[in-house]
């Protein structure tokens, strides 16, 4: 018998794909094309993992903070970098 969960977040597998969050109940992946940031990351980086609110996570030793909606549809938050 499983013991009851502590912890709100965690990632549950990570590949050179990306990783999966397990937040509350639901499972969210987290591609690395979608979020370049975290594929050079080590495993304690990002399994380093704060839920300052509701809807906003940030790795601390990343220094990234993202917005839940950000994860759940990319499409809708486009990287966008400008030229100096």
């Known amino acids: 018998m499983l013991g009851?969960?502590?912890?709100?977040?965690e990632?549950?597998?990570?590949?050179?794909?990306?990783f999966?969050?397990?937040l509350?109940?639901?499972?969210?992946?987290?591609?690395?094309s979608e979020f370049?940031?975290?594929?050079q990351a080590t495993l304690d980086e990002i399994t380093t993992i704060e839920r300052p609110g509701k809807n906003h996570?940030?790795?601390?030793?990343l220094d990234v903070d993202?917005?839940?909606e950000?994860?759940?549809?990319?499409s809708q938050f486009p990287l966008v970098a400008k030229r100096a």
């Open 11 to 18: 990632v549950s597998l990570a590949s050179n794909k990306g």
């Open 70 to 74: 950000s994860i759940l549809d990319p």
């Open 36 to 39: 370049p940031w975290f594929k």
């Open 24 to 32: 509350d109940d639901e499972e969210i992946f987290v591609a690395f």
């Open 20 to 22: 999966w969050l397990l």
């Open 57 to 61: 996570l940030y790795w601390p030793l």
């Open 4 to 9: 009851t969960s502590t912890s709100e977040i």
């Open 66 to 68: 993202l917005a839940l």
